[in-house]
């Protein structure tokens, strides 16, 4: 264990209250300050997905607002089912491991006639009926 680790395992009651005493006192400049890196590290990885700009894949549309990460060969079903993959968690999990493959930056309109062409139904493919 390094001693990072070490001391916030040791001092962990203490980190948290100081953490949450920073944040009951700055709590409009911390959200801000959560706000924008979020906004930050999105653009930064859809960025990577679709070589340099965030772009859709498919349609070319750059309106980050609706641009979000696409699994290529589906999947994406078990990273929504687990909740510490949601949101912009999966997007740290992306970077925290190196921006592996098998991902890519699309926007909703063109993952949802993917999934469809695609019949990437997911567990809601049992009870739902797609026709196209």
């Known amino acids: 264990m390094n001693n990072t680790r070490m001391y916030y395992t040791?001092?962990?009651?203490?980190?948290?209250?100081?953490?949450?005493d920073r944040y009951v006192l700055n709590k409009e400049?911390?959200?801000k300050s959560n706000h924008e890196y979020r906004?930050?590290?999105?653009a930064e990885v859809l960025?990577?997905?679709s070589g340099g700009t965030p772009k859709c894949v498919k349609c070319?549309?750059?309106?980050?607002?609706?641009?979000?990460i696409d699994h290529i060969d589906g999947?994406?079903?078990?990273?929504r089912n687990d909740p510490s993959m949601r949101g912009y968690?999966?997007?740290?999990?992306?970077?925290?491991k190196g921006y592996p493959e098998g991902y890519q930056t699309m926007c909703m309109n063109c993952q949802?006639?993917?999934?469809i062409e695609n019949k990437e139904y997911g567990e809601i493919g049992k009870r739902t009926k797609y026709t196209t």
């Open 10 to 20: 040791t001092h962990r009651e203490e980190i948290l209250k100081s953490r949450h």
């Open 29 to 31: 400049k911390e959200q």
């Open 39 to 42: 906004e930050y590290l999105k």
């Open 47 to 49: 960025g990577h997905y």
């Open 60 to 68: 070319g549309i750059v309106d980050i607002r609706v641009l979000s």
């Open 75 to 79: 999947g994406g079903f078990k990273h």
């Open 89 to 96: 968690a999966f997007y740290r999990w992306l970077k925290k």
């Open 112 to 115: 949802w006639i993917k999934r």
